[in-house]
């Protein structure tokens, strides 16, 4: 067996403790992994191709983008916030954490396209955390701002991660099972998923923590 081809893997660590664009640095590293694996350059273009294409849900995107585009042009954002600001008890970590509970939960019953970066996180949930923060805090300056953004997306990214394998019907239980099974290990969809649920846990858990944390450091007006 060969194990050149995980250096893929190590690009893609590497890629990202460097900041490089993630696109490029997972397109590199795929491309790297498939040419050490055997396959000639056609043949991964190929399968690149085919994988987009029986991927189809990606164009979805086209079709999600215009309207939330339109959506914001009519402050969607400006009555998120409005919202926020209307309730006194809400702060950032608490909003995240509901939005956390929310995103797990809904992705362990197979419903992961509901929200996500472009659906939810960009025009609701950041700027209702961003009001959070002000309500709470004042005006923020531009480092605590990319902050909570960056929380913001992080939260849904936890949440979708270690919920969508909860739900047995989805590609990546698929996925661990067949490669599980290649090296003899035989399990059934169903265990893999109730194996998930400690993972979730304590995602949720450490996220949550991580989550409080963030609006004691803001408390204390730290960056």
């Known amino acids: ?20 664009n993630p696109m490029l640095v997972v397109t590199g590293s795929a491309i790297v992994t498939g040419l050490l694996g055997g396959m000639d350059l ?12 029986d991927n189809r ?3 979805i995107v086209w079709i999600v983008l215009p309207v939330i585009g339109l959506l914001e042009r009519y402050g969607l954002q400006q009555q998120a916030a409005r919202v926020i600001r209307s309730i006194k008890a809400a702060t950032v970590g608490r909003l995240l954490l509901l939005y956390l509970a929310i995103r797990q939960a809904t992705a362990a ?16 949930v950041a700027p209702m955390a961003l009001a959070a923060a002000e309500e709470q805090h ?12 960056a929380y913001s997306a992080a939260t849904d990214n936890v949440g979708l991660f270690f919920g969508e394998d909860i739900f047995i019907a989805i590609g990546s239980i698929v996925l661990i099972q067949q490669t599980l099974a290649t090296y003899g290990y035989n ?3 169903l265990h893999l998923a109730l194996w ?7 995602a949720f858990l450490i996220h ?16």
């Open 1 to 20: 067996m060969s194990y050149w081809p995980l250096l893929g893997i190590l690009l893609v660590v590497v890629g990202f403790a460097l900041r490089m």
């Open 208 to 223: 949550g923590t991580r989550l409080m944390l963030l609006d004691r450091k803001l408390k204390r007006g730290g960056k």
């Open 109 to 124: 019953l197979g419903l992961t396209t509901i929200a996500g970066h472009a659906q939810t996180v960009r025009p609701l």
């Open 138 to 149: 004042g005006v923020v300056d531009e480092q605590t701002t990319e902050k909570v953004k």
């Open 57 to 59: 849900i990606i164009a």
């Open 42 to 53: 056609v043949k991964v273009i190929e399968t690149f191709g085919k994988a987009f294409n």
């Open 187 to 189: 399990l059934s969809p």
């Open 196 to 202: 998930a649920i400690p993972s979730a846990i304590a």
